[in-house]
């Protein structure tokens, strides 16, 4: 599964309109397809294996019961199922701070800023475009930046992670924001 | 909205624009009070709806670089039971409405013919020979009307390759199922289901994934046993899945063929 692939046929979408309407054979088959990309995005937002478990399955209930709000005139399908996993990952850290607070402790610091994995994927073109708008960020900014998509952290976790004032990495963050958003629409 | 700029940000207690906001929302930075409130914002208020949504297609290619991950099989075996696909229970042996989803829909049984074939051939001599064993001495009359009732399926796990060979002998009301190539599962047993031609599923026992296991077809089953038919395992905890419900995703299936024997 690939979550920018930008050709017209969005098959997780068809499959998300079917599975809108009742259709059990499409969302198993979009299970089948699409849960080891959902897996992968909660194990890296909950280390704990059985957990990321359970939150997959919460998240296809979610997508079982509301795959009507998916709308394939607004986002691609697998793009929709991404950010409906990775919403859910984070409500559930945020519930259980704890379980955050675990994986902190034993987690090393921020990685280098020039550790940016460049994974090639079909998509590399459209990829290019955020990590290049990232890449254009002070180095450090860029990493907060990255840090906090792939691991759901909330500000005052970065702010520890980092050892920074937690005002100095709100402006920080935010004027990374500001300026990724020029970039991005340039 | 505005353009913005950097001096906006210097005193964090500020809120910053809500392009900003959407922003650190859409990241998930905030926790608690903070996080709720916006979420209801997003109901209320379309543009900011918009803004978000904006960022979470922009932000969406980074998903790329987070690797999938096999999903174990029990998260399937769960999630259906709980949205409801195992809501009809399984009876043993009377037809029960059956979950389409679970047992029809799986694309990757595809492309298993050919794989299918030596399996199929071992199971014929098999089959043969299971029948002369049973039989000694038999017309050859009799011996014909029930080789029409001898039949055979070759199971093919999802990689495509043979899991399983059964052999029926649907005159004498029995079946044998031959494990081929299969690791045992810690704590679960092989339940193997007739997939009637109407679509649904019945239960014919627990077998044994090591050894091949002789067992006796449920005289109510018997009828349904022929070409439109498939069998189909799934893995279950000790003593069959309770209350005739399957609980473990289908591992291995094939479709019934019965054996032609040459006069």
Sequence with gaps: ?186 | MNDIHEDAFADHTQQPPDDVLAGEYALGLHSGEQRVVLERRLDSDPAFADAVQRWHAQLAPLFDEIPAHPVPAHVWASLSQRIGFNATPLKSTAPVHARPSLWNSLRFWRGFAATATTAAAICLLAVLGLHRQSSPGETPTVASTRADKAMTATLANPDGHPGYVAMMDVSEHEITLMPLDRTATPGKVPELWLLSADGHAHSIGVFDDQRSKRMPIPASLTPMFDEDAALAVTMEPPGGAPGGVATGTVVARGGITRLAFAP
């Design chain 1, 1 to 186: 599964m690939s979550t920018t692939a930008e050709t017209d046929h969005d098959e997780a979408g068809h499959l998300l309109v079917a599975t809108a309407a009742g259709d059990r054979e499409a969302f198993e088959t979009l299970y089948r397809r699409t849960s080891p990309k959902l897996f992968g995005i909660c194990l890296r937002l909950i280390p704990q294996r059985s957990e990321a478990e359970d939150v997959l399955q919460e998240i296809y209930v979610l997508v079982w019961n509301k795959a009507s709000q998916f709308d394939p005139a607004r986002a691609r399908g697998t793009v929709w199922l991404a950010q409906v996993a990775r919403h859910r990952a984070i409500d559930h850290l945020r519930a259980r701070p704890g379980l955050r607070r675990l994986s902190l402790d034993e987690a090393p610091p921020l990685p280098s800023p020039q550790a940016s994995p460049a994974e090639v994927t079909e998509t590399r073109g459209t990829r290019q475009r955020i990590a290049h708008c990232i890449d254009q960020l002070e180095p450090s900014r860029g990493q907060l930046i990255r840090t906090a998509f792939f691991e759901g952290c909330t500000y005052e976790e970065l702010a520890e992670r980092s050892q920074t004032p937690l005002g100095t990495v709100k402006s920080w963050i935010r004027r990374s924001l500001a300026k990724l958003k020029v970039c991005l629409e340039r």
